[in-house]
């Protein structure tokens, strides 16, 4: 299939009808400021109603049997209350951790399509994410359901065998990871993550023992 290159216009030009609706998933594990540019950017790009934040149940990409969860669900999801509280067009979404078992975007967007009809989806993925996309599953169905929204960074080669709407947003070179190694060795996170996840973190010292 011949690679396609897609400009970024306002999509609710389009179908005005409609709502449109972005959509950023992940473990969120924890949520930091490297998510809340993206989204915002890709809201701000796309001209969206709002961005939902989707926590994962069991992230597919790492085994069942192998990601084990060292955070609770309970405790993922309060860090992205905090995260996005005072903004107003982010909203919790809790249909993976509904859904159960492992989270396959699939089935997520076939469950959010069925309880929204009225609403277009923008599913937002990293630009190292882009390439793999043939091997998620279901993947020539969500193509046909969902808008993708792919996140470049500078010297990414923006094409793929899919129909992707490329979004340029600043470089924040944050990870989850990142921050769960600074936890433990006790750093400070100021501007890593939004000041009410910081506390919490701090609060119900998640992290410290991984």
């Not at 389009?14 to 540019?37: D, E, R």
């Not at 979004?167 to 190694?181: A, D, G, L, Q």
């Not at 060795?185 to 919490?200: N, Q, R, S």
């Amino acid at each position: 299939m011949q690679s396609t290159k897609t400009k970024v216009q306002p999509q609710k030009l389009y179908n005005a009808n409609k709502k449109h609706v972005g959509i950023l998933t992940g473990p969120f594990n924890p949520i930091h400021y490297g998510h809340l540019m993206i989204a915002e950017q890709v809201y701000e790009q796309l001209c969206l109603d709002k961005i939902l934040f989707i926590p994962d149940k069991v992230p597919p990409h790492r085994g069942v049997s192998r990601y084990i969860p060292k955070v609770s669900v309970d405790d993922r999801i309060n860090m992205i209350k905090f995260g996005i509280r005072d903004n107003p067009h982010f909203q919790l979404d809790m249909t993976d951790i509904d859904l159960g078992g492992i989270s396959y975007t699939y089935e997520t967007i076939k469950k959010l399509k069925t309880r929204n009809p009225n609403t277009d989806y923008y599913l937002i993925v990293g630009y190292d994410m882009i390439e793999n996309l043939s091997k998620w599953s279901h993947i020539d169905d969500l193509v046909q359901q969902v808008h993708f929204v792919g996140v470049c960074r500078k010297g990414f080669e923006k094409k793929s065998q899919y129909p992707i709407l490329w979004v340029n947003t600043p470089e924040i070179e944050i990870s989850s990871s990142e921050i769960r190694k600074r936890v433990r060795e006790g750093k400070p996170l100021k501007y890593f993550v939004p000041d009410d996840v910081a506390w919490y973190i701090r609060d119900r010292g998640i992290y410290k023992k991984q």
